[in-house]
């Protein structure tokens, strides 16, 4: 069982940066690949970024590309997503999830955290 909790959410002015992280206790967390998707205010929720279990694969949302990276510690079971350049339409919940490829679509996915609020103001 994987579960992975957010962090690092918060409130920032449009262009600036934030870091948020994403931790699994568990024992097979560098069996899996992990992603980042983010559900805005009113709409459905969209992918952001995924990384393999290795780290050497990732896959981007054309909205975030250049924007947004993607990285991980294995040793320290945390996914991250650095975001620069942050736009107001960049607001949502942001999830993590974890899953055994990287795939864009939501359903590949098998474990989610709760999510973690992102505001970015104009």
């Known amino acids: 069982q994987v579960q992975p909790v957010e962090s690092g959410g918060g409130l920032v002015q449009a262009g600036g940066s934030l870091r948020l992280s994403c931790t699994a206790s568990?024992?097979?967390?560098?069996?899996?690949?992990m992603a980042w998707f983010r559900q805005p205010p009113g709409k459905e929720r969209e992918f952001v970024a995924a990384?393999?279990?290795?780290?050497?694969?990732?896959l981007y949302a054309d909205s975030v590309k250049g924007r947004f990276t993607g990285s991980r510690d294995n040793a320290k079971n945390t996914v991250f997503l650095q975001m620069n350049s942050l736009k107001p339409e960049d607001t949502a919940v942001y999830y993590c999830?974890?899953?055994?490829?990287?795939?864009?679509?939501?359903?590949?996915?098998?474990?989610w955290g709760q999510g973690t609020q992102v505001t970015v103001s104009s």
């Open positions: 999830a974890a899953g055994p490829f990287v795939r864009a679509a939501a359903e590949e996915y098998d474990y």
């Open positions: 568990t024992r097979t967390f560098s069996n899996y690949a």
């Open positions: 990384i393999s279990w290795k780290g050497d694969s990732t």
